[in-house]
């Protein structure tokens, strides 16, 4: 299996709304990531899971909260988001956290209205 | 700090024709280079990459680029392209020691009309 699997594929919400966006892998990776892409940009690193430890957070506004229960799961909270985060959300994993070969997931494509 | 551009924006090309993407890159260190190729409504994925050793590098689908220090560069060439190679090509750098940075390029649109 060197699948990462993301569901769901598509996502549209309320500003007011919580929802969370799951990626899953049984490759035995122990570094996972979330992307953010904007349409027709390139993929803007959000978050780095090291051995389910949160090792690099960019930045990132509170209103999105990731979440890594354990070493095959990799959840994004999303609460009182804006229009502007609406993007391709895309989740990857690798062998450890040193990016020399990221394995991604299909994305969720989210719409916030 | 590491950066990289990719010049051409968009790459339109007949099929059979050869074709090459442009990349070059800014660093102070050691790097290590990649290509990904995003097909409409997917992820990414990798294509292949330039850790050292051998300057030219294959990846699949009959891709290979070639590392110039001198020039700083990482151009992605393929002898003859297909429709199904129309995509979004990202290319991107790390460092080679300090390797907790990925950086993606703007991509180039490969755009094969038969």
């Known amino acids: 299996d060197t699948e990462v699997t993301q569901t769901p594929k598509h996502l549209v919400m309320g500003m007011t709304n919580k929802k969370s966006l799951k990626c899953e892998q049984h490759m035995g990776h122990r570094a996972m990531y979330w992307y953010k892409q904007k349409a027709k940009k390139p993929p803007e690193l959000m978050f780095v899971?090291?051995?389910?430890?949160?090792?690099i957070n960019e930045s990132v506004p509170s209103r999105f909260s990731p979440e890594c229960p354990n070493s095959s799961l990799l959840n994004l909270h999303l609460h009182a988001l804006q229009p502007e985060d609406s993007a391709l959300y895309l989740c990857a994993s690798a062998t450890t956290d040193r990016f020399e070969k990221l394995f991604f997931g299909s994305g969720t494509q989210l719409s916030v209205l | 700090a590491q950066s990289v551009t990719q010049l051409d924006s968009q790459v339109p090309v007949f099929e059979e024709a050869p074709v090459e993407l442009r990349c070059n890159y800014s660093s102070s260190v050691s790097v290590y280079l990649f290509w990904y190729v995003q097909y409409p409504n997917q992820g990414l994925q990798l294509l292949l990459k330039?850790?050292?050793?051998?300057?030219l590098v294959k990846g699949i689908n009959g891709f290979e680029a070639e590392f110039n220090k001198s020039q700083t560069s990482f151009h992605l060439r393929k002898p003859s392209v297909h429709i199904s190679d129309t995509a979004e090509y990202f290319c991107?750098?790390?460092?080679?020691?300090?390797?907790?940075?990925?950086?993606f390029g703007t991509g180039t649109r490969l755009q094969v009309f038969p």
């Open positions: 330039y850790l050292s050793g051998s300057t």
């Open positions: 899971y090291s051995y389910e430890k949160l090792s």
């Open positions: 991107a750098v790390s460092g080679a020691r300090n390797t907790d940075k990925l950086i």
